[in-house]
T-cell receptor, first 115, second 113 residues
């Protein structure tokens, strides 16, 4: 019964570098969400998976952001050619069953700093 | 477009006080509303989930109410303790969405011993 885990917890990248952020949802959870939280703000939705299918990516801020969940469990959020405005905490959440009404459980987040 | 507002942005109270945090949302077409707690450098901990058909939920010293028609929710904390110090976020799930949450900016609570 572990909760949602994310790695790394902290990442410093130089502008222009690519980064990959990992999310391990609660075992058996169908739905997986990624959110971006800028300093002093509430989290903002990035993308949603139901099992391995990415059903909504409307929140991804640019084509530099890419997410995958190939086997319906672990998910990776990749940011290419990082920019300073990408500095934020990236939160992952999962829920079961895969309905819009389900309670979401959040991981501790990855704090990304782009220098 | 759904917008969520939380007032006040920050609140400081002495230990033992009862307090109320406010959340308002612009579109009443929601599946549910959720209150979270966020400690510095940590993720979000779910406190209470109120489905759209419900009026309130209680957990220990916490009570959350929902008035969907007026677009308001309150989180009531009884007998506050220093350990309650954190940022409290409310979020709604818009009806018709896949479940993605729309968050307010949070209320930063400080309970002084």
């Amino acid at each position: 019964g572990a909760g949602v885990s994310q790695s790394p917890r902290y990442k410093v990248a130089k502008r222009g570098q690519d980064v990959a952020l990992r999310c391990d949802p609660i075992s058996g959870h169908v739905s997986l969400f990624w959110y971006q939280q800028a300093l002093g703000q509430g989290p903002e939705f990035l993308t949603y998976f139901q099992n391995e299918a990415q059903l909504d990516k409307s929140g991804l801020p640019s084509d530099r952001f890419f997410a995958e969940r190939p086997e319906g469990s672990v998910s990776t959020l990749k940011i290419q050619r990082t920019q300073q405005e990408d500095s934020a905490v990236y939160l992952c959440a999962s829920s079961y069953p895969g309905t819009a009404k389900s309670e979401q459980y959040f991981g501790p987040g990855t704090r990304l700093t782009v220098t | 477009k759904q917008e969520v507002t939380q007032i006040p942005a920050a609140l400081s109270v002495p230990e033992g006080e009862n307090l109320v945090l406010n959340c308002s949302f612009t579109d009443s077409a929601i599946y549910n509303l959720q209150w979270f707690r966020q400690d510095p450098g940590k993720g979000l901990t779910s406190l209470l989930l109120i489905q759209s058909s419900q009026r309130e939920q209680t957990s220990g010293r916490l009570n959350a109410s929902l008035d969907k028609s007026s677009g308001r929710s309150t989180l009531y904390i009884a007998a506050s303790q220093p350990g309650d110090s954190a940022t409290y976020l409310c979020a709604v799930t818009p009806r018709g969405s896949q479940g993605n949450l729309i968050f307010g900016k949070g209320t930063k609570l400080s309970v002084k011993p």
